[in-house]
């Protein structure tokens, strides 16, 4: 992990749009470091948007988001990302992530790629062609990618989103040990279990605005806005 | 003027004998396409790579100007290359004029926006399904032109051989470039052009079939690469 810190975070007013349509509007709130935070919503709700301002993919039209460390380098090698779909280059599963580790300026790659094969249980598929891999192996090849950049904060979006059960657990396991090893955690979802599971807090986002912001157990006890509370009993949001 | 059958037969005799007119302008049609093809590949992959992640004022335009490029009128790109070449020219003091390197310009010249064009259009297919996995990675530009190169080769190599049947079935230019000289300058289209302009039908045809069978075998070969490689690599 990256000596200099980058947590914690500070969000303030954060907007995004696209063209006339406001996709995020005004979302204020902080993050603290160790922390497993999931952003909890409805489709369209704005929960990737979200993720990619927070990540630096996209530009906010609106707000700041301020991490602590000044560097922008810094602040760049400090996150990992792990999308809905994973992107696989077009090589094995360790050239995969022997090539993140390359862009990454880590030296002797071959030997943190086998460590992050072995750690996410993917040794056996280190040769295999990460595109021929089954969906749920390449999202567990996308995460070990992330996990072997030991990044202080890992952002991820609906990564279970299209995976069954079995694999789904495998995910949320390895989501579960990184947080254990010192990352941060920011995951989208809107699977109310995996939320229950994985969460100490939840950003609850409809419409793109931030509704609720509450620890993971005074949540799922009592949400205290109407559309989180609606969200909950499954109804279809407004 | 010979028959068609006893021109076909002749042809077929020219062939199957090796004969050594036949392989001298079939060998120097290949090594001229061959190094033309490999000069205009090593500039304009990079190159449509780099047309494809780069944002700039009037990209639209350079892109529009490149595809229509790919349909250069071959004459008037030897005219282009005659010029410059000519002892009154430019370039005239490398003496390159009706010589093989100067069809092997005139050839990479022609195929060079074939190739960045449609190495452009491959790499910006790419760059979108890629731009976000690179970017969060924080990848350079230089190693994400790098990646998207090596991870389309396989489709990459489709272009570069449409560019090589391009070259080395066009006969505009390098004839007037090479002025056809027998023995230095002929390759397979002048040949077959002056052949079938003296009536000599069977080396014309025989020409005719090699050539053929040049293109399709190589584009059969591109084919059988990018399937196995896309089966073995995803």
Known sequence: ??????????????????????VLDGATFDLAPGSRNIVLGPNGAGKSVLLRLLHGLLKPSAGHVNWSNPDALAVRRAQAMVFQRPVMLRRTARENIEFALHVSGVRNIRTAADLALERAGLIRLAERPARLCSGGEQQRI???????????????????????????????????????????????????????????????????????????????????????????????LW | MQEIPQSLSLAVALITSLDSTLLSIAGLSLRVSAIAVLAAALLALPFGAWLALARFPGRQAVIAVLNGMMGL?????????????????????????????????????????????????????????????????????????????????????????????????????????????????????????????????PLALALGVVLMSMVIAINLAAQWVKSTAMKKHG
């Open chain 2, 73 to 201: 009128p071959p004459v008037v790109v030897g005219l282009l290359i005659y010029l410059l070449l000519s002892r009154a020219g430019p370039l005239g003091t490398f003496g390159l004029l009706f010589t093989p390197a100067a069809m092997m310009i005139a050839q990479a010249l022609l195929i060079f926006p074939i190739i960045a064009a449609l190495a452009r259009q491959v790499i910006e297919d790419a760059w979108s399904e890629y731009r976000e996995q690179l970017v969060s990675l924080n990848a350079s530009r230089f190693q994400c032109t790098r990646a998207l190169l090596w991870d389309t080769r396989f489709t990459l190599s489709t272009s570069v051989l449409a560019g090589f049947g391009r070259a080395i079935a066009e006969v505009g230019a390098v004839m007037i470039v090479g002025g056809n000289i027998d023995g230095v300058t002929r390759v397979m289209t002048t040949a077959i052009a002056l052949e079938t302009s003296k009536g000599d039908l």
């Open chain 1, 1 to 22: 992990m990256a000596d200099a810190k980058i947590l914690p975070l500070s969000v303030e007013g954060l907007g995004y749009r696209a063209g006339d349509i406001s």
């Open chain 1, 142 to 236: 996308a995460l070990a990618r992330a996990w072997a950049l030991q990044p202080e904060v890992l952002f991820l979006d609906e990564p279970t989103a299209s995976l069954d059960p079995a694999a789904t657990k495998i995910i949320e396991e390895s989501v579960q040990a990184m947080h254990r090893g010192g990352t941060t955690i920011v995951m989208t979802t809107h699977d109310l279990g995996q939320a229950k599971r994985l969460a100490d807090r939840v950003l609850f986002l409809n419409h793109g605005r931030l509704v609720e912001d509450a620890p993971a157990a005074a949540f799922f006890a009592q949400p205290t806005s109407p559309e989180a509370a609606a969200f909950m009993r499954g109804e279809l």
